[in-house]
């Protein structure tokens, strides 16, 4: 049974650019958390808890597990609980999938095939938003943006986006649609966080420009602009498995004080460090949502309720931003140009 007052006005729908395509503020991400061999309690009750509070988008990709493949199984089963025209699912396809030189990248083979695979994992007609997840340096733009038209026209993806391409790439891609009257790109997915700004410096002024929205990935930095690392690492955390996003070098002293004095910040805001670092990404209306991973109900909950408060004050900004230039991060993954 789904909250019957789940559109109340506690989420706020912003527009995808100039699309008429509407997101919720935040995303439930399915990255961790939603792999495994079938199903839990867990993950159904993370994604109705999600439903009931108005997060209506759900993010995929090929590759999420683990093992790769399961979260699309597995979601796409608690999906089917709820009204399918009512959510959007999103996947991508781009990493490595199945050996040999026809299981990641961008060619017109594997990212085809590969949305058929997610489909079927899905047990779903179509997606809402299907990705290329990383560009792909040896295969012409049209070859890939190509392979998202033929997403479009054949029924099976309703919008197309890109993720982690640097703004030049993004230029390229958007360029490329133009001028051979492919479905135009409707959104973009990069690393944005307090943490990880590189996209202020040129790519959300290329969005903005040309009409895409953007879904900002890890805008917790992988936990570290949450409370769980003001006393350390703690075991099991996601800075200590390996491959991480998080790495432990991120957590060196002078990180972790000025993640203390945000905290601060966002006491007196009344909201938690996690609440604050949500409610900044959608600071700018560019950004048209924030996509956050959860490993329980709990989690969904106390993040949805950063959008009480999205505003802030001269003075906060300043303050955010002295201590956020000092530590910034311009080396962590996916950072672009």
Request: proline share 5%; hydrophobic share 35%.
């Amino acid at each position: 049974m789904t909250d019957i007052n789940r559109y109340d006005g506690r989420m706020p729908y912003r527009k995808c650019g100039r699309w008429g395509l509407k997101l919720p503020a935040l995303t439930l991400g399915c990255w961790h958390n939603f792999g495994g061999d079938q199903p839990t309690e867990n993950q159904r009750a993370m994604i109705h808890t999600s439903f009931d509070a108005g997060i209506t988008h759900f993010d995929l990709a090929n590759n999420y597990g683990p093992p790769p493949g399961s979260a699309e199984v597995n979601v796409g089963k608690l999906l089917r609980d709820l009204p399918r025209d009512e959510i959007i699912v999103s996947s991508k396809a781009g990493y490595l999938m199945w050996p040999g030189p026809y299981g990641e990248f961008g060619s017109r083979k594997y990212l085809l095939a590969s949305l058929d695979q997610s489909l079927k994992r899905l047990g779903m007609d179509y997606v809402d938003i299907f990705y290329s997840h990383r560009f792909d340096s040896q295969t012409p733009l049209e070859e890939t943006m190509g392979a998202l038209e033929t997403a479009v026209r054949q029924g099976k993806a309703l919008y197309t986006g890109i993720s982690s391409y640097t703004s030049d790439q993004t230029v390229a891609a958007i360029q490329t649609c133009t001028a051979r009257n492919f479905q135009p790109l409707v959104i973009h997915q990069p690393n944005y966080s307090l943490l990880n700004r590189w996209i202020e410096k040129r790519l959300l002024n290329v969005t903005g420009e040309h009409g895409l929205g953007v879904i900002a990935f890890c805008p917790l930095y992988q936990g570290l602009l949450t409370d769980k690392y003001l006393q350390g690492i703690p075991a099991g955390s996601r800075a200590t498995v390996q491959g991480s996003l998080l790495r432990e070098g991120d957590l060196r002293p002078e990180v972790i004080e000025a993640v203390h004095q945000l905290a601060k910040i966002a006491s007196t805001r009344g909201q938690t460090l996690a609440q604050m670092s949500l409610s900044w990404v959608l600071r700018d209306e560019r950004v048209t949502t924030a996509l956050i991973g959860a490993s329980s109900p709990r989690q969904i909950i106390e993040n949805v309720a950063c959008v009480k408060n999205l505003s802030f004050t001269g003075e906060e900004l300043q303050r955010i931003d002295a201590l956020t230039r000092s530590v910034e991060l311009p080396t962590s993954p996916w950072a672009g140009e």
